[in-house]
Structure formats: structure tokens, C-alpha cells
């Protein structure tokens, strides 16, 4: 088998006295999406945090396409194709749509050199950002405002994304149609999802790695754990069926 994209071994961050995470093993393969499931406090946005090096291993590795970012600081993570979309979204709500996602497109000096032929494509999956490019982001519906953080994320290539909790308090129509973008998007871009909704990371997911007590305590294929009812309760204390 070939090397992982991102790999985690045996990895602890503390936080002030709190001990996290305390000994993560996680393989994210190159290409798809990789579920990270668990109940709230695992340690789940704790670990995208700790790759993206907003908090440091006090033990442990962090490997990236190769290399060892385990002491790395986020700017530098984030040059070497890591991009983290977090739960609270962070978007700019003073400015445009428009004018977040140059601040994402580093590669270019104003708004008007972004590449069309990806600002299209990005439009393919999020049409209404199309519609309101030009209006204030922060005036945007919920749905709206996710939109944009992941259209950031993905305005120029990466390598890896880091995405927490995409549908927490959305409404169900707009969730199907962020199942349709994701099918599409995992096609190029390699995704470490965080999600409570099973009806979501079951229709997308390839792989699975479930957290418990700030270690991974299963993973596999998710076709395996969507199927299983039993090791659904074993793993988490109840059929994901209720995790709507």
C-alpha cells in the first residue's frame, strides 16, 4: 500500500492541564474522504487543530505528504496544501464574498487575478456565491456563510482539507445539496471530515476512524461501520441511524 497523505502516530496535546488527545493513530489516505467520528469531547476538532498547528503535540507525530509538521507553525502548514475549514466558519463578515476569497487566493495581488476557470468550477458546487459575489458575506443565511468558508478553502489547490462539522444547524435542503458538492469535490481533493450527521458521511465517506477518550478506538471502510448496527453501538453507544 502506498504511504498516507497525513499520518498520526501516537500523538498527545494537552491543553493547560488538560490532557486531549492521548496517543492518536490516524492514517488519512491520498484521495476521498476519511471520516472522524466520535462522541462530543473525544477529541475530534482537538485533532484537526493539532495537524493544523493552532496546538502543538506534546508528544507524538504529525507526517504530511512525506514530511514531519509535527513543531510546524500554521502559515507554514498551510504553504505545504493543508487548508481548515473550522466549525465556527471564521469567515469575514464586513467583507464580500468576493473579497474572502481573494484573501484566500495567495497567489495573486487583487481580486481580478483569481483563476476564472476555478472560481467556476468552485460556482458549479455553490451557486448562490455566484449570485451574491458582491454582497457583505455576514448578511448571508447560515448555509450561505458555510458555503463560503469552504469555497475558500478550496479557491486554490490543496492538498489536504480539514473540514469540522459542515452541516451543524443546517436545514435539510441545503444539506443535500452540499452531499452533491462533496461527491464532486472528493474527486480531486483528499478530506478529513468531522460530522455528526451519519446520514451525511454515510453517503460520502470511504473510509472511518472512530474516537473515544482522545484515542481512535476503530477505524476501517465506512461502507463496513454503515452496515454493522452492532459495532455502531459498540463504538458509539447507539445506532449513527439517530445521528440525523
Known amino acids: 500500500m502506498s504511504e498516507p497523505?497525513?499520518?498520526l502516530a501516537g500523538v498527545h496535546t494537552h491543553i493547560d492541564q488538560y490532557h486531549i488527545l492521548q496517543g492518536?493513530?490516524?492514517?488519512?489516505?491520498?484521495?476521498?474522504?476519511t471520516v472522524l467520528l466520535g462522541r462530543n469531547?473525544?477529541?475530534?476538532?482537538?485533532?484537526?487543530?493539532?495537524?493544523?498547528?493552532?496546538?502543538?503535540?506534546?508528544?507524538?507525530?504529525?507526517?504530511f505528504a512525506g514530511g514531519d509538521i509535527t513543531q510546524s507553525p500554521t502559515p507554514e502548514i498551510a504553504c505545504a496544501g493543508i487548508a481548515y475549514v473550522p466549525e465556527s466558519m471564521s469567515i469575514f463578515s464586513d467583507l464580500t464574498v468576493r473579497e474572502n476569497l481573494f484573501l484566500a487566493a495567495r497567489g495573486v495581488k487583487s481580486a481580478d487575478q483569481m483563476d476564472e476557470a476555478r472560481l467556476e468550477w468552485i460556482f458549479g458546487f455553490f451557486g448562490a456565491l455566484k449570485k451574491f459575489w458582491n454582497q457583505p458575506a455576514g448578511t448571508l443565511s447560515?448555509?450561505?456563510k458555510q458555503m463560503v468558508a469552504i469555497a475558500r478553502?478550496?479557491?486554490?489547490?490543496?492538498k489536504l482539507l480539514l473540514i469540522d462539522e459542515p452541516t451543524k444547524g443546517l436545514a435539510p435542503a441545503i444539506i443535500q445539496g452540499m452531499i452533491a458538492a462533496f461527491r464532486e469535490l472528493k474527486q480531486t481533493e483528499t478530506i478529513l471530515l468531522v460530522e455528526q450527521n451519519f446520514s451525511f458521511v454515510s453517503a460520502?465517506?470511504?473510509?472511518?476512524?472512530?474516537?473515544?477518550?482522545?484515542?481512535?478506538?476503530?477505524?476501517?471502510?465506512?461502507?463496513?461501520?454503515?452496515?454493522d448496527r452492532e459495532l455502531q453501538h459498540?463504538?458509539?453507544?447507539?445506532?449513527l441511524d439517530t445521528h440525523q
Open 5 to 7: 497523505l497525513l499520518e
Open 153 to 158: 478553502a478550496i479557491v486554490e489547490p490543496r
Open 234 to 239: 459498540k463504538l458509539l453507544g447507539l445506532s
Open 24 to 33: 492518536v493513530d490516524l492514517a488519512v489516505p491520498k484521495g476521498g474522504i
Open 204 to 227: 460520502l465517506g470511504d473510509t472511518v476512524a472512530v474516537m473515544d477518550g482522545g484515542r481512535i478506538v476503530h477505524s476501517g471502510a465506512m461502507a463496513e461501520l454503515t452496515e
Open 41 to 63: 469531547g473525544a477529541g475530534k476538532t482537538t485533532t484537526l487543530r493539532t495537524i493544523m498547528g493552532l496546538w502543538h503535540a506534546s508528544r507524538g507525530s504529525v507526517r
Open 142 to 144: 447560515g448555509g450561505q
